[in-house]
């Protein structure tokens, strides 16, 4: 089969008829899970996957959701390909896995609570995740939710995936993308006169088994601190109850028999011990969990979330909570029963496992554009010594985050932007570097974002305020990878008191706070990203070259990269 017909193929299934879920009154706040036993056991860690379906039983419906796919089409390697110790994800297994589930329960539809695509791999990412849409409308996804991710390339672009057209560089490779088949819903953005992102709708109605459901998608508030603020610049991003709860009374005037959300946010269960996490379970769930479930209107009878990248099921007043980790590792399956007495539901995560058949038409097309990003991610642009961890040291510093700053400084040392320190966040920083030879496609996959490399002027007081930023999110810190730069902090400190003012060093002098100073980090940081609003007062800008290019000339130029010396001291 030649290439364009495969392309052409994966482009033109139409997305099936969809539907969603509405659920019984149960009470409290524990595991709802499907009567289903595990298949088999393994080190004590239930199997539970598509084998030893039960068959269908009356007035049943199914919804079948994942999120968090992030463009993994190719398996994830590592630990996050790995569900309770099994191998798990792979577009390839994800399909055979929904078909499988399809068939034996054809009353059911596909959906996703966001952030599908972003942050994703050069398989994916390299194609404007042209791909992973062209994968889920193979699938038959129904509707999802839009993630923070989602919006990484502005809402005009996230325009273009829903209704598709050409990128604007180009119609590469293959023929023009023709956009998801499926509605992204967002109920809660809008924009000063109320109105939603081009192309996006808050709700939609399926009908499914002869059911009417009111669906609506929300993302979480914080996305206007975490993606690009020029692409969403004029959209708020309001609270995600309120707007569920605002749009049930139009969903049930439009004939709704009830209504689900899909939530692009979520929790995590707060398990002890060294054991895999139960993916069934519900071990003290954190309580943005039990806030989301009890304070949504009683007419929303489940909710699906995302964000977290974490595994769930719970019931939480009277509604059926889910989350369904990430990656396309496990499937949410949830059976709704529709009786005389009301709407009864169970749930149960499904593994995807790779000891299955793999999805011809999934296939098709991963092998297609593993071969067109072939070439570009297999070349080698530099090597390193022992491996980089992206993940935070013990400081909050991540050692593969200050050789990306280290790239950023190098890129803008010399004039005319005479940058003297450099900043990149942490989630900006996506994977580990393993030890050896560095291809393309792992600097790709480090850093996916395409940002800007930026180097304005501060004075050395924006500078120890941009510091203490770093703490200023709430309960969550943001300690930024430096280059040029150490200091000390001192955790229990208060608030905006945390920076110990003389361990400030720039370029290995002290920091003096009536000078300026050139510093350079990424259009995202630079444009007030993560909430580190100092950055946007700096003045006499000067844009670089992507984080990309700098990352890989500095590679080529440094071989055999060592673990950078610690800037950060923690007391």
């Known amino acids: 089969m030649g290439k364009s017909r495969v392309l052409r193929e994966s482009r033109s299934i139409a997305g099936v008829v969809i539907g969603f879920l509405a659920l019984g009154m149960l009470a409290g706040c524990a595991p709802a899970t499907d009567e289903r036993s595990p298949a088999t056991t393994s080190g004590g860690a ?42 798990a994800g792979g577009a390839v297994y994800l399909a055979t896995h929904l078909a499988r589930l399809k068939a034996a329960y054809p009353a059911s539809a596909v959906v996703s609570a966001g952030d599908n695509i972003g942050a994703s791999p050069p398989i994916s990412g390299l194609f404007h995740d042209e791909p992973t849409i062209a994968f889920m409308n193979t699938v038959g996804v129904a509707a999802s939710a839009v993630g923070n991710h989602e919006f990484d390339d502005g809402v005009i672009e996230l325009g273009r995936l829903q209704r598709g057209g050409c990128a604007p560089d180009g119609c590469t490779p293959g ?3 023709t956009g998801a088949k499926f509605p992204f819903l967002a109920a809660n953005v809008t924009d000063a006169s109320g109105k939603l992102p081009p192309a996006l709708r808050a709700w939609t109605m399926v009908e499914i088994g002869g059911r009417k459901i009111g669906v609506v998608g929300t993302v979480t508030a914080d996305t206007v601190n975490i993606v690009m603020p020029e692409g969403i610049r004029g959209y708020n991003f309001g609270d995600q109850v ?11 005037a439009a004939g709704a028999e009830t209504i689900v959300a899909l939530v692009h946010d979520g929790g995590a269960q707060q398990t002890t011990g060294t054991g895999p996490v139960d993916y069934n379970g519900c071990a003290d769930v954190g309580p943005e969990v039990t806030a989301l479930a009890t304070r949504t209107d009683p007419a929303v009878r489940a909710v699906l979330t995302g964000h977290t990248h974490q595994p769930y099921v719970c019931a939480v007043d009277g509604k059926v909570v ?13 059976t709704l029963r529709f009786g005389a ?34 070439p570009r991610a297999a070349r080698v642009v530099g090597t390193t010594a022992v491996a980089l961890p992206h993940d935070p040291g013990p400081s909050g510093e991540s050692p593969l985050g200050s050789v990306v700053a280290d790239s950023m400084l190098s890129a803008t040392a010399p004039a005319p932007s005479t940058a003297v320190a450099a900043f990149t966040n942490p989630g900006g920083v996506r994977a580990d570097l393993k030890a050896g030879p560095i291809t393309y496609g792992d600097i790709y996959t480090v850093q996916p974002f395409g940002n800007q490399v930026v180097t304005l002027t501060l004075t050395g007081q924006q500078v120890l305020r941009l510091l203490e ?26 608030k905006d008191q945390k920076v110990v003012a003389a361990s400030v060093r720039i370029g290995g ?31 006499d800008k000067i844009v670089g070259p992507t984080d990309l290019g700098a990352f890989e000339s500095f590679l080529t130029s440094h071989p055999d990269v060592q673990a950078p010396t610690p800037r950060v001291e923690k007391k």
């Open 46 to 87: 239930p199997l539970i996957s598509t084998d030893d379906l039960v068959g269908v039983k009356p007035d049943e419906v199914h919804l079948f959701g994942f999120n968090d796919l992030h463009g993994n089409l190719e398996p994830p390697q590592g630990s996050t390909g790995k569900i309770a110790g099994y191998d």
């Open 175 to 177: 023929e023009p993308f």
């Open 242 to 252: 309120s707007a569920i709860n605002a749009y049930v009374p139009e969903m049930k």
């Open 322 to 334: 889910t989350q369904a980790a990430s990656y396309g590792r496990l499937i949410t399956d949830v």
């Open 341 to 374: 007495d009301g709407v009864q539901a169970s749930a149960v995560n499904r593994v995807v496992t790779r000891e299955v058949t793999p999805d011809a038409n999934a296939t098709a097309l991963v092998n297609f554009f593993a071969e067109q990003a072939r």
């Open 469 to 494: 930023q770093q703490w200023s999110n709430g309960s969550r810190s943001t300690v930024l990878s430096p280059a040029g730069l150490t200091y000390t902090y001192v955790d229990s400190a208060p």
């Open 509 to 539: 002098q002290p920091l003096n706070p009536v000078a300026t100073y050139r510093i350079t980090t990424n259009s995202f940081l630079a444009s007030g990203g993560d909430g580190f609003t100092v950055f946007t007062e700096g003045t």
